[in-house]
């Protein structure tokens, strides 16, 4: 059975940190492209950032609104990714969730932008709230 799981979520106060995992189970991240994505109530769900699958080199993508604030990271050994979020925002808050798609053309497609790919597997999404 494939399987994503999302840790990592909670309590922050304005320019605090969190870091996300995603463990996946049934098959090997290393092979497939690795979104973050967030949605906030009423608003749409927002791709946040994606890492390429290994032979793409694992190339990473961020969108504009957590550019220079967020890391995407692999760790092949734990079957994991990670999302460091540091010097987060209220506007931050949302639920989080890891995704991800398997195919050649979806590496190229994170490289464009991290909701490009086509996501076939879904994790069930951690709550991130900051707040002072």
């Known amino acids: 059975q494939l399987q994503l799981v999302e840790s990592g979520g909670g309590l922050v106060q304005p320019g605090g940190s969190l870091r996300l995992s995603c463990a996946a189970s049934g098959f090997t991240l290393d092979g497939y492209v690795t979104g973050w994505f967030r949605q906030a109530p009423g608003k749409e769900r927002e791709g946040v950032s994606c890492i390429g699958d290994g032979l793409s080199g694992g190339r990473t993508n961020y969108a504009d609104s957590v550019k220079g604030r967020f890391t995407i990271s692999r760790d092949n050994a734990r079957n994991t990714v990670y999302l460091q979020m540091n010097n987060l925002k209220p506007e931050d808050t949302a639920v989080y969730y890891c995704?991800?798609?398997?195919?050649?053309?979806?590496?190229?497609?994170?490289?464009?932008?991290?909701?490009?790919?086509?996501?076939?597997?879904w994790g069930q999404g951690t709550q991130v709230t900051v707040s002072s």
């Open positions: 995704a991800a798609s398997r195919g050649w053309a979806s590496s190229i497609l994170c490289t464009q932008e991290p909701g490009k790919p086509r996501y076939d597997q």
